[in-house]
């Protein structure tokens, strides 16, 4: 038993640095310009051992891209169930994004590029299951706004629409600060965000 587990640690453990190194490459030079053999030898590999752990350059890529996203979705997970107040969950929704594209920035831009050169099928249930997964983090957004909404804390808005407005809010922040490059932590956005999302930019003194 404990060989086997000691073989599944050493087999997550190189199938994690095959995923590093691929990203970094994959951020650097795009998809179309990184080799299997490229990524093989830099992660320490023959290129006959890479496909051990996948099954193709797209299965890499894709790989790699749902996974982060899913770390992504489960720290804002975590991050809410640790919060109490409502403006403290909405808070953890933005923070913990927001701390995740600063941490990912080379995924982050990856992502944001976008990727033309994949097989059309792999295109297409890349895109349904991105779209999937976003949708299912919508979903669990828009139900910690409808709980607001509930107990009068919020106004009564289409809650999809709603929660849609708030992600659209921290890809903006974040998108601006992968682009120009600030020195401030991009963490540093999450009360201006906040702010912006529950109390408007409307002066109410007028």
Not at 11 to 40: C, D, P, W
Not at 125 to 138: K, Q, V
Not at 155 to 162: A, D
């Amino acid at each position: 038993m404990e060989k086997k587990q000691r073989k599944e640690r050493e087999f997550l453990m190189r199938r994690r640095a095959i995923l590093a190194e691929a990203e970094k490459r994959f951020s650097v030079r795009g998809y179309h310009n990184v080799t299997v053999a490229q990524i093989a030898k830099a992660s320490g590999f023959s290129t006959g051992a890479l496909y051990q752990y996948f099954d193709s350059k797209e299965h890499l890529y894709t790989t790699m891209i749902f996974e982060k996203l899913t770390l992504m979705y489960d720290a804002v997970r975590r991050a809410v169930s640790s919060a109490d107040s409502l403006q403290d969950r909405i808070a953890a929704v933005i923070d913990s994004q927001l701390r995740f594209v600063e941490e990912n920035a080379d995924f982050c831009r990856i992502f944001l590029r976008g990727e033309g050169d994949l097989s059309p099928d792999m295109t297409d249930t890349m895109r349904r299951r991105l779209r999937n997964d976003y949708f299912r983090h919508l979903s669990f957004v828009e139900n910690i706004l409808k709980a607001g909404m509930k107990k009068g804390m919020i106004r009564r808005l289409p809650s999809h629409e709603t929660a849609a407005a708030l992600s659209h809010l921290i890809r903006a922040a974040s998108m601006d600060w992968m682009f120009l490059q600030p020195k401030e932590p991009l963490v540093s956005k999450t009360q201006i965000i906040l702010d912006i999302f529950l109390n408007g930019v409307k002066n109410h003194d007028r």
